[in-house]
């Protein structure tokens, strides 16, 4: 009991901040596999690869450019854009012959996706353990309730809401959007209409893994990035769009506040399995709600 | 026998289902009319369970089925047929009927017997009773439209059903096929006494065989009577007839 | 029931084939012998995973955890405690198939391809666990040199041990397959919505699948210690799923024996693979096990999505629909 008492208001209110912060990483890396999922309606197993890219992309990006603060901010914008550029090449030479079959092979390609994207990754830039340095700008830490909390996940608490808004209004107020959230409930009426089902695919992909592309870049300050983080945050991205509604981004939110604050209590109580707690609260929410808390997209 | 009462279901906003009344006595044979859109495969899918319907009553035998899953009502004694082919198409045409049978006859988790000795008397008759015995063995996928569409009530005879609810029984038969089909169900009601529940386009179809009809539009029911009342019914004709 | 079989052509050549292999031991060396057994082993872990995927369509896409559960609960009871050898040998499956049962409660609610997805997440859990109680399981490094009883311990006689209890297995399996819980199983791949509507409960058929598959899953797993004597992570780690799940598809899934010709050719590839120091610039081309494995699945889907022995069944079918007999139609 000595362990709980030294546990005072302070430390938890920053455990809880920092799952938060956890969480919007989390939040950003998912809405991408919801929205891929509310339009193609196929889990990317490859998702996770890209996260994995973004992230030593941003690590070479910011080592081209010196490895300075400048190096960072460089990395954050172009890194995401490599991510959509390996996407999109994968895309319109192997996946978009797919459309027509059947949904598992769509699911199956994926798979075979991030095997390769994975070895690739190692060949590319090898099986050390990466670092790279956050801005000055974001470095150090705020003391709050008398306790050091990163600036970096200050940043992490304003950048998550701002992707949310951002991607709120792309599906609902611009066109894009708004036919990507039609193909998600009726592909073929979208298709009816005159409009390229093949492009609205391809959009979706894209998109979907430029947000993990970036979701990697912006975690890369605050991990070692290293082969096996695909993998990592895949499942964790699965159970995430499980428990929040399958394809409903808002569902993708409240799965990763659950998640990363249930993980960063888990790493205060029992450090050596904090795994646990967060597989426990989806146990919970998938035996009190099977499909997910928020309404499936279709 | 099957009660319908003020049955409701919406999709979204979609008013599917508006107000449905339906009253089947058993061994009676009645069809439900109306034109397309006007709710009648949507009002048998809250019937066999694959929908829930938003409100009203669907009893059968004075018991409130509107919230069970199909493989319970199945077992209450009411099978369908469906609109589209929905058979097993990469299996033999006896294995399509043999899975109803087994199932009806609560055999299909026996792990360590031959399927292929079990309930073959049964599937034959039933295979011979809608003209399809010596077809058993070929593929159920290669079988012309018509004959799926035979195949299809085949397979809700395997249930040994007390109500037999066919969803657009003829759909994209030819005319002789259509003469068949109709006589097969006219046969089953009164040779096997079954109580047939059925929703047809064609109108000289309807007319010639059912006994009570029901008329639906936009999701509500119009009328329910006998043949001739029906036919001669203003709004009927005004709805529906008079677009023929 | 046997009659059905032994009518069958293909029993007479599984017969020559099981008659060859009894005879290996005495002309074939001995690392053959041995790469046999992982064969085996793998090949019966293949099919168990058919039953779901191939005869299911139910999307296992982490049999491996079932696998490792056998293997992890077989190998743990021979090392730590002093109980008899068959109740650990009895313990694996039983544990896996309850694994399976737990698993695949949560996992039967959703459809089809998320049924997969959570069951990767779901599974990884005990990874992870696997991979961290150290003291339990030995983490990362894993057990090695697991007590096994004498009667088996030998190359040779722990190959005869897997090859029977494969024999054993396969009968089995296809005994079930012919069942009428098999045609509802493969009744309820083809058009679940069918089935509910002739009084199936699809969702509780399918978790009995499940059970049975991971029962099988779990043998595989205590056959995995027994030839191997060591329990380590990997088998629990997911790409290992992914790698029977191909095998299943590169053999012929719609088939009975297809994951045992995908297992043979995937095990004959990797240790081949693994030999092989360079080709070209690229060193170390064993490390990149993955990528072939990933070059192998693309390939498969674009030019060969029924496997092997599917294509081949399918010329065969062409030419015998009209006229199949009751055996050859499924």
Redesign the interface.
């Given at each position: 009991m000595e362990g709980a008492q030294a546990i005072g208001l302070a430390a938890l209110s920053i455990t809880f901040l920092v799952g938060l912060s956890r969480a919007m990483i989390l939040f950003i890396v998912t809405s991408g596999l919801s929205f891929v999922l509310g339009v193609l309606r196929v889990p990317n197993v490859a998702h996770g690869s890209l996260y994995m890219i973004g992230a030593f992309a941003a690590y070479s990006i910011s080592v081209l450019f010196g490895g300075g603060s400048a190096g960072f901010w460089l990395a954050l914008i172009f890194a995401p854009l490599v991510v959509a550029l390996v996407s999109l090449i994968a895309e319109r030479s192997l996946f978009r012959h797919l459309y027509q079959r059947e949904h598992l092979m769509l699911l199956l390609f994926t798979f075979a996706l991030m095997l390769i994207l994975g070895d690739l990754t190692k060949i590319v830039w090898g099986a050390d353990y990466r670092s790279i340095m956050p801005p000055t700008l974001l470095r150090g830490s705020v003391s709050l309730f008398g306790s050091p909390f990163p600036k970096y996940n200050l940043f992490l608490l304003i950048i998550g809401p701002l992707v949310a808004i951002g991607l709120w209004l792309f599906s609902s107020r611009t066109k894009m959007g708004k036919i990507a959230r039609a193909a998600a409930v009726d592909m073929e009426m979208v298709g009816a209409i005159g409009i390229n089902v093949s492009w609205v695919f391809a959009f979706a992909f894209v998109l979907g893994c430029m947000l993990a592309g970036l979701g990697g870049a912006l975690v890369s300050p605050t991990i070692s990035v290293t082969i096996g983080m695909d993998h990592d945050i895949i499942i964790e991205a699965f159970l995430i769009v499980t428990i929040g509604g399958l394809g409903n981004m808002w569902g993708a939110m409240v799965g990763s506040l659950i998640f990363g604050i249930t993980q960063s209590f888990g790493i205060l109580f029992w450090p050596q399995f904090a795994i646990v707690f967060p597989y426990l609260a989806v146990v919970i929410v998938l035996t009190l709600k099977p499909t997910g808390l928020l309404k499936s997209v279709w | 026998m099957l009660r319908v009462e003020d049955l409701h279901k919406s999709f979204d906003k979609f008013k599917a289902v508006n107000g449905a009344y339906l009253t089947v006595e058993k061994g009676q044979l009645v069809a439900v009319i109306g034109p397309n859109g006007a709710g009648k495969t949507t009002l048998f899918n809250l019937i066999?369970g694959?929908l829930q319907p938003d409100k009203g009553k669907i009893l059968l035998n004075d018991e409130d089925i509107g919230k069970l899953?199909?493989?319970v009502i199945?077992?209450k004694g009411i099978?369908?047929s469906?609109q589209i082919a929905?058979?097993?198409?990469?299996?033999?045409v006896f294995?399509n009927v043999?899975?109803?049978v087994?199932?009806?006859r609560k055999?299909?988790?026996?792990?360590?017997?031959?399927?292929?000795r079990?309930v073959v008397n049964e599937t034959h008759r039933i295979l011979e009773s809608v003209g399809l015995l010596d077809r058993k063995?070929?593929?159920a996928g290669?079988l012309s439209h018509g004959d799926k569409r035979i195949l299809e009530i085949a397979?809700?005879l395997?249930?040994e059903p007390e109500l037999l609810i066919l969803d657009e029984p003829t759909a994209g038969m030819s005319p002789e096929e259509t003469t068949t089909a109709m006589a097969l169900i006219q046969r089953l009601a009164q040779e096997e006494g079954l109580t047939i529940l059925f929703c047809e386009h064609d109108m000289e179809v309807v007319f010639g065989t059912a006994q009570s009809i029901m008329v639906m539009q936009q999701g509500h029911s119009i009328i329910q009577e006998e043949p001739e009342i029906v036919r001669l019914n203003t709004e009927v004709q005004q709805a529906y007839l008079g677009d023929e | 029931m046997f009659r059905e079989m032994i009518r069958q052509k293909s029993f007479g050549v599984s017969v020559i084939i099981f008659g060859v292999l009894l005879l290996a031991p005495s002309f074939l060396p001995r690392f053959y012998i041995y790469f046999l057994a992982v064969i085996f082993v793998t090949a019966l872990l293949a099919m168990s995973l058919n039953l779901c995927v191939g005869h299911g369509m139910i999307f296992q896409f982490h049999h491996g955890v079932f696998y490792g559960v056998g293997a992890y609960t077989a190998g743990l009871l021979l090392a730590k405690t002093s109980l008899p050898w068959w109740i650990a040998f009895m313990a694996g499956p039983l544990a896996a198939a309850f694994t399976g049962l737990l698993i695949g409660l949560f996992c039967i609610r959703l459809n089809r391809l998320y049924f997969g997805m959570l069951q990767i997440s779901l599974g990884s859990l005990i990874w992870a666990i696997a991979f961290r109680w150290y003291d339990l399981t030995g983490g990362d490094d894993g057990i090695h040199g697991i007590p096994i009883p004498d009667f088996i311990a030998s190359t040779t006689s722990s190959y005869y041990f897997v090859l029977i209890v494969l024999g054993i297995c396969v009968v089995l399996m296809y005994l079930i397959l012919k069942s009428p819980f098999g045609s509802t199983l493969q009744a309820i791949r083809d058009n679940p919505e069918r089935c509910a509507a002739v009084g199936i409960h699809v969702r509780r058929h399918q978790l009995k699948a499940i059970v049975i598959a991971t029962f099988f899953g779990g043998v595989a797993g205590v056959l995995f210690v027994v030839v191997e004597g060591s329990i380590y992570p990997g088998l629990l780690f997911w790409v290992l799923s992914l790698e029977i799940f191909i095998m299943c598809l590169l053999g012929g899934w719609f088939t009975f024996a297809g994951p045992i010709l995908g297992a043979a050719i995937i095990v004959s590839l990797r240790t081949f693979v693994g030999t092989i120091q360079n080709i070209g610039p690229i060193e170390n081309v064993g490390e990149y096990w993955t990528l072939i494995l990933g070059v192998i699945l693309i390939l498969l889907i674009f030019f060969l999505p029924e496997g092997i022995m599917g294509y081949n069944y399918r010329q065969l079918f062409r030419s015998r629909m009209k006229y199949s007999s009751e055996s050859q139609v499924e």
């Open positions: - | 066999t694959q899953p199909p493989h199945c077992r099978a369908r469906f929905n058979i097993f198409h990469r299996l033999s294995r043999q899975i109803s087994l199932s009806q055999l299909s988790n026996k792990l360590f017997q031959p399927a292929a079990l063995m070929d593929v290669s397979i809700a395997g249930n | -």
